[in-house]
């Protein structure tokens, strides 16, 4: 798999991550569905770190500490570690988001 998709897809997760976040706050959906799409970021974002070079894995590697540190506040209900938590998980996203930007542009001059 290229990493732009890997990049695509992390930046997918992150998306869904923080949507299903907004609806475990609202008791729609049990936490154990947001848990296991934490798990799932926190995979892709160590096979992008394993599979890039340079700038991007730092960045993938800065991924992997946003989500283990947002894992450790999650569980608190405190209203400002809430909102801390949101704009860790919103790092996460921009994170993926220039990353696939990097590997897009990187195709175009190939």
């Given at each position: 798999m290229k990493?732009a998709?890997?990049?695509f897809i992390g930046?997918?997760?992150s998306?869904?991550?923080?949507l299903?976040?907004?609806?475990?706050?609202?008791?729609?959906?049990?936490?154990?569905?947001?848990?296991?799409t934490?798990v799932?970021?926190l995979?892709?974002?160590a096979v992008?770190a394993?599979r890039?070079?340079?700038?991007?894995?730092r960045?993938?590697?800065?991924?992997?500490?946003?989500?283990?540190?947002?894992?450790?506040?999650g569980p608190f209900?405190?209203p400002?570690?809430?909102?801390?938590?949101?704009?860790?998980?919103?790092?996460?996203?921009?994170?993926?988001?220039?990353?696939?930007?990097?590997?897009?542009?990187?195709?175009r001059?190939?």
């Amino acid at each position: 798999m290229k990493q732009a998709m890997i990049s695509f897809i992390g930046a997918g997760m992150s998306i869904v991550q923080i949507l299903d976040g907004d609806l475990v706050s609202l008791g729609v959906i049990p936490l154990l569905v947001h848990m296991a799409t934490a798990v799932v970021l926190l995979v892709i974002s160590a096979v992008s770190a394993i599979r890039t070079s340079g700038i991007e894995r730092r960045m993938s590697l800065g991924n992997v500490g946003l989500v283990i540190v947002d894992g450790v506040l999650g569980p608190f209900l405190n209203p400002l570690l809430s909102v801390i938590h949101l704009f860790l998980a919103l790092g996460v996203l921009s994170n993926f988001s220039v990353m696939f930007g990097i590997e897009s542009e990187r195709g175009r001059e190939k």
